[in-house]
């Protein structure tokens, strides 16, 4: 009687399945990839390990997101740590499902896997590719690279044409909408290729853009919203603190559209804004009430917010239209300072300015011109209530001016040149008790922050205290996106010029 070898020890499989579009999900693809996994585990005698199949859904192979953050990368974790044993078979239906990096890359990982003691069998030509079967066949590598290359020239041409078409309807966008998405207060009109407002949503951003004009908080909003039940924009949620935020950001509410593209860095997708398309939606808030909240919230911000150490916060305006320089971490060149209204789209120039080289020369040159400031002079670091002082003689020198003009009022005169005097006296007293304290405080900030630039420090703290003791000195930076010259003007009506 002959009898069976039980000796043998039955091998693994684990199957992977991946595809780039979750609408991929609804067609043949899961079933067609699964069933082929199935039939080859069966025909040859292998278990095929249902609790550690690998599925990637909706993950690019082209940027390497499956190996490096998919579950492909799970399963190479479980080969290194020994959950799945050396000699284990992974099942893929392709080889372009493993990878669609460049074929470097792409190879790299078929490589890796292999040398594990791997054996990746593609079940859409049984070719398989193990350290054996390479060895006995050195041109399956060759095979192997062929496809990774074929692979990749179809993803990048893949790409290249959804850019091409998202261009293409970028340039279309004044005349009609590009896409049926759009803020929650409009909706879209498909019949007309327009958009309208939502009468009632649209009043609640108006009391957003009200509240917030009127010092109430992001988190004080959403509480208040929520105590009065006013309907959040998706069935069964709460205001929150970010949502209001949101809105009372998005330059949506004057009409502007920011459109995106999405870059790859450093194996990272970021979101990349383009130029904005002024009057793409209806407009449901002023253009002056929108500057004016987003200047609030620009200077309730410290410098250095961010991932970018800000040192001209609150001070670089637009060479254009005076509007403040806001700094965007994430333009197309890297972080960059841009005009806040041409952002918002209330203005059409958009030209952002590298922040790295304009950082370098001011730290560089800010140094020498510190050094040089008379600290205690007229004008720098003036309190509150030497501003108000002074506002007041200013005033009362107006009337007077306007009383002196006509001889009628003599009485009002004499009245007016005394209260000019007792103003001035008061703005005296005040400047007296307060020169001699605010100079010494002025002087060791000075110090400090000159010793900061000596010795290049540029963290939050360091950039903050530039920050503050630039407001101090300067009333206004202004930076050419065309000659990349820095002019810092002084609050005593001199002027520098650094040069990048």
Partial sequence: MIQSDTSVAKRYAYSYVRFSSLEQMSGDSIRRQTALAASYADEFSLIL??????????????????????????????????????????????????????????????TQIVLAGITIVTLSNRRTYSIDELRRDPMGLIYALINFIRANEESELKSFRGKASWSAKRAIAGSEPITSSCPRWLELNKNDKAFSIIPARAEVVRDIFRLDQEGVSNTKIAEMFNRDKV???????????????????????????????????????????????????????SVDTFHKVQIG????????????????????????????????????????????????????????????????????????????????APGYGRSRRLSVAQNNVDRARRELLAVSLSPSYTDRLKEMRYTVDLLEQDLLDKADMYQHSATIRLENQLSEVIEYLSIGHNDKKSSIAINEMMRVIFAKVVVSSKTGHIDLYHKDGRAHRVVT
Avoid at 56 to 62: C, K, L, Q, R
Avoid at 308 to 323: F, P
Wanted: charged letters at 15%; a neutral charge; aromatic letters at 8%.
């Fill in 49 to 110: 390990d249902d609790r550690l199949t690998y599925r990637d859904y909706g993950i690019s192979g082209f940027r390497g997101q499956n190996s490096a953050s998919g579950h492909l990368g799970d399963f190479l974790a479980a080969v290194s740590v020994g959950i799945v044993p050396q000699g284990s078979l992974l099942l893929v239906e392709n080889l372009d499902r493993l990878s669609r990096e460049s074929a470097l890359n792409a190879q790299s990982l078929l």
């Fill in 231 to 285: 309907p959040a924009w998706k069935p069964d949620s709460l205001w929150t603190r970010d949502k209001v935020g949101w809105i009372a950001r998005s330059s949506a509410v004057v009409g502007t559209f920011v459109p995106h593209v999405i870059e790859w860095k450093d194996g990272r997708q970021t979101r990349v804004p383009c130029p904005p398309i002024r009057g793409y939606y209806p407009a449901i808030i």
């Fill in 297 to 376: 919230r620009l200077t309730s911000n410290w410098a250095g917010h961010g991932s970018v150490n800000y040192i001209l916060n609150q001070l670089a305006v637009c060479e254009y239209c005076g509007s403040l320089m806001i700094v965007s971490p994430s333009a197309p060149n890297g972080p960059s300072i841009i005009c806040s209204a041409s952002v918002a789209g209330t203005a059409a120039h958009y030209a952002p300015i590298p922040y790295g080289p304009v950082d370098a020369a001011l730290r560089q040159g800010l140094s020498t011109i510190f050094s040089a400031c008379d600290i205690s």
